[in-house]
DNA sequence: TGTTAGCACTCATTCAGGTAGAGTGCTAAT
DNA sequence: ATTAGCACTCTACCTGAATGAGTGCTAACA
């Protein structure tokens, strides 16, 4: 427990220590090598001897900020130390915006190739690892049902949900089936089915519609349960991009830990709770230090993910991956950037 | 050029140069180490001394089909070596047929999605990554075209490909549309597009639909646009699974040789030569020894691919990358038999 | 009282030297 | 044709010494 020389214990950081693990910060960032107080003292403008240096950081290792990793080796920050620079040191705001190239625009058609793209970019950019999730509505409604008969018997079901989401399915009849039909059975569909949620579709009226389509009773529950199908299925939401790029990093290079990081960019696999929005409503920018994201594989990584509009109500997330000793600022930057641009795109597209 | 100690070219492979030879690649497989003439002597039935077996292997050696990585080490074999293997001793086959999980059948429903199971699964059952590809259909032409009306001013186009492959755009009109136009566009669509590929919905075409529509012809100008954009749209084709596993492997996972093979999986690229059949029609099991594969990050890796059949004329890939001492009786085993799991998943739902 | 110089100490890294062991090629004997 | 034996080569591994970056502590200083 951090205690001075004289047992006093010290519990608020004052301006020189904060600058001293300001300069510890930076230069370990630059160089990913523990930093001791020689290399403090001479390259920051405080005019303090190391000596003097080191019983500062002597009293910021008791306070937590930062750790020795062997006896006799320089120090690297916590944890907790980062997050104190986060908190603090990067309210001034780097001025000079990282311009992204336009790219984005001119490839924007659907949702799934902008948010990819993103992705891409973003990894070219950073140098970093970066995630992208789609905004999942959460109580899909249906707003538009259509059947039609490709063939004599193979009817197509094109399903149209909340945020225009598009779902197709086939059914193959056992025996033709009468076209002049179509339109009515449309009609009963769409105004049994709309405005409805996948809860509401239940066994309660699939039964009754079933009685209400007489000969066509067996058809209907076909259909109906392919529209439950459809309207169920969750596809993917989470696109990665640049994983390889941690690869970069020396410190999470090593065998076990890149195993474990890459594998679960490739199954994207428990980083669910960090990129959606369900258990969390916060928006704007989000800094992760070590285990503060809660993914075992990440525990040596810093995470900063970024809540993107779509529309009122519908949000999804960019988060990029990189090293505890990440450029938060540029990072930051260039986030921020991207949620402009992308709030540009979807404003044209509505 | 291969010559033994009589400086007489030796041009045929023997009975007991083969079995030497297969005797150094199975224990090169088992260990990854390089294997020397002791091992060989002593772990064989061929009851012959070392300093035999080192006459013989210099002899291999000259013939090209092992390789000495140092002076003082043992033996690898080459490619021409792994070649030879898989060409003669795979005839006779492992009976040991692998039995894979009935669990495809299960979650078969899309293609998609049964192909990134296959991926998935096989990538568990062998350890080595995995590329699956779907089949392009190459002239896709159009089948079907659905125009519906979902709101006021917001058009469905919904557009069926060869294949049953369903595409839909939306198309945002400045002006109210009326409902009662919608069949005979639609008639109109379908009778002249029918049948027709992309490189038939031509400049001509548009032009000559655009006059016969009168009042509609800037909406229709737009609807044509869009089934053009549809049509033509490439989507993922390439479904990729365990490549981590590569890191499993001391020989590729040296940093430089990790990063390249990790990123061509990650994006797919470089690698579509080897899964699609634009111009190779062979059909069956193939083995790509190291450079043989064409793709410079797998020239240290050896690749098996295994052609699938979804029905007539339609046909996929599925790949195997791994080590080139990859266990390939393992895997032509497993191929062969997902192959027939395949066979019965598309016949079931045809 | 805060700051600094000096010193003893620790520990990771590097490098040279040395050894063990696996393997080879060649030669002479069987 | 096969083999035993030997000299040789090269890698892997260990050791010990030197280096240097870094620390903590103490005593002196302003």
Request: glycine share 6%.
């Given at each position: 427990?951090?205690a001075n020389?004289k047992?006093v214990?010290?519990v608020?950081?004052?301006?020189?220590?904060?600058k001293?693990?300001?300069?510890?910060?930076?230069?370990?960032?630059?160089?990913?090598?523990?930093v001791?107080?020689r290399?403090?003292?001479?390259?920051?403008?405080?005019?303090?001897?190391s000596a003097?240096?080191?019983?500062?950081?002597?009293?910021?290792?008791?306070?937590?900020?930062?750790?020795?990793?062997?006896?006799?080796?320089?120090?690297?920050?916590s944890d907790k130390g980062?997050?104190?620079?986060?908190?603090?040191?990067l309210?001034?705001?780097?001025?000079?915006v990282?311009?992204?190239?336009e790219?984005?625009?001119n490839?924007?058609?659907?949702?799934?190739?902008?948010?990819?793209?993103v992705?891409?970019?973003?990894?070219e950019?950073?140098?970093?690892a970066?995630?992208?999730?789609?905004?999942?509505y959460?109580?899909?409604?249906v707003?538009?049902?259509q059947?039609?008969?490709?063939?004599?018997?193979?009817?197509?079901?094109?399903?149209v949900?909340?945020?225009?989401?598009?779902?197709?399915?086939?059914?193959?009849?056992s025996?033709?089936?009468?076209?002049?039909?179509?339109?009515?059975?449309?009609?009963?569909?769409?105004?049994a089915?709309?405005?409805?949620?996948l809860t509401e579709?239940?066994?309660?009226l699939?039964?009754?519609m079933?009685?209400?389509?007489?000969?066509?009773s067996?058809i209907?529950?076909?259909?109906?349960?392919?529209?439950?199908?459809?309207?169920?299925?969750e596809?993917?939401y989470?696109?990665?991009?640049?994983?390889?790029?941690?690869?970069?990093?020396p410190?999470l290079?090593?065998k076990?830990?890149?195993?474990k990081?890459?594998?679960?960019f490739?199954?994207?696999?428990?980083i669910?709770?960090?990129?959606?929005?369900?258990?969390n409503e916060?928006?704007g920018?989000?800094?992760y230090?070590?285990e503060?994201?809660?993914?075992?594989?990440?525990?040596d990584?810093?995470v900063?993910t970024?809540?993107?509009?779509?529309?009122?109500?519908?949000?999804?997330k960019?988060g990029?991956?990189?090293?505890?000793?990440?450029?938060?600022?540029?990072?930051?930057?260039?986030?921020e950037?991207?949620?402009?641009?992308?709030d540009?795109i979807?404003?044209?597209?509505n």
């Open positions: 427990m951090s020389n047992g214990m010290i608020e950081i004052d301006e020189r220590k904060l001293i693990l300001q300069a510890i910060i930076s230069n370990y960032m630059a160089t990913g090598e523990p001791g107080s290399t403090i003292s001479k390259y920051t403008d405080l005019n303090l001897s003097t240096i080191r019983n500062e950081m002597s009293d910021l290792e008791d306070m937590g900020y930062i750790i020795q990793p062997h006896t006799s080796a320089g120090r690297i920050p980062y997050r104190l620079y986060v908190d603090t040191m309210q001034k705001k780097d001025r000079e990282d311009e992204m190239k790219l984005l625009v490839k924007a058609d659907r949702l799934e190739n902008v948010l990819k793209q992705a891409k970019l973003l990894a950019n950073t140098n970093y970066t995630m992208v999730s789609k905004p999942r959460v109580h899909k409604k707003k538009f049902i059947l039609t008969l490709v063939s004599d018997t193979q009817m197509l079901v094109v399903v949900i909340d945020g225009n989401i598009v779902k197709n399915r086939f059914i193959n009849l025996e033709p089936f009468d076209k002049e039909e179509l339109p009515q059975m449309n009609f009963l569909l769409n105004t089915l709309n405005g409805l949620d579709i239940n066994m309660a699939i039964h009754k079933k009685e209400q389509a007489g000969q066509y067996e209907i529950g076909m259909i109906l349960d392919e529209i439950a199908a459809a309207v169920s299925e596809d993917d989470l696109y990665t991009s640049g994983a390889t790029n941690i690869l970069k990093y410190e290079s090593d076990e830990m890149a195993t990081l890459l594998t679960t490739e199954e994207k696999a428990g669910g709770n960090l990129m959606n929005l369900d258990n916060e928006h920018i989000q800094v230090i070590g503060e994201s809660n993914v075992e594989a990440m525990k990584c810093s900063v970024a809540t993107y509009k779509i529309e009122e109500g519908v949000y999804g960019i990029i991956v990189g090293p505890k000793r990440m450029d938060y600022q540029k990072v930051v930057n260039t986030l950037n991207t949620m402009k641009q992308l540009d979807f404003k044209n597209k």
